[in-house]
């Protein structure tokens, strides 16, 4: 099992800057992908960035993420990391972080608990 714990989230003005970081811990040998996804009020949870986890190069951005925010991993310290620019109102939502544990691409095993992000305008 790999367990997951967000942080860096919290209350930032428009137009701010603010990065999500990811840490995973347990079987991270087990990991072949990352992402990062978001739920606002009524929606479900959508896709913001993902990554591949053994070379951390193939990377892909939902439409929220496009432009604005960059993923990143460190496989050795097991982090994954979400830096997020000229942030909206719109951003706000709540963020979770997930693991691919099976690497067939059918979807995301494990999921942090998420973290709060709040962009004032």
């Known amino acids: 099992q790999v367990q997951l714990v967000e942080s860096g989230g919290g209350l930032v003005q428009a137009g701010g800057s603010l990065t999500l970081s990811c840490s995973a811990s347990?079987?991270?040998?087990?990991?072949?992908?990352a992402a990062w996804f978001r739920r606002t009020p009524g929606q479900g949870r959508k896709l913001v960035a993902s990554?591949?986890?053994?070379?951390?190069?193939?990377?892909h951005y939902g439409p929220s993420g496009e432009g604005r925010f960059a993923i990143s991993r460190d496989n050795v310290k097991n982090t994954v990391d979400l830096q997020m620019t000229s942030l909206r109102p719109t951003d706000t939502a709540v963020y979770y972080c997930?693991?691919?544990?099976?690497?067939?691409?059918?979807?995301?095993?494990?999921w942090g608990q998420g973290i709060q992000v709040t962009v004032s305008s």
């Open positions: 347990g079987r991270t040998s087990g990991i072949y992908g």
């Open positions: 997930a693991a691919d544990l099976s690497g067939q691409g059918v979807g995301y095993d494990a």
């Open positions: 990554i591949d986890w053994p070379t951390g190069i193939n990377v």
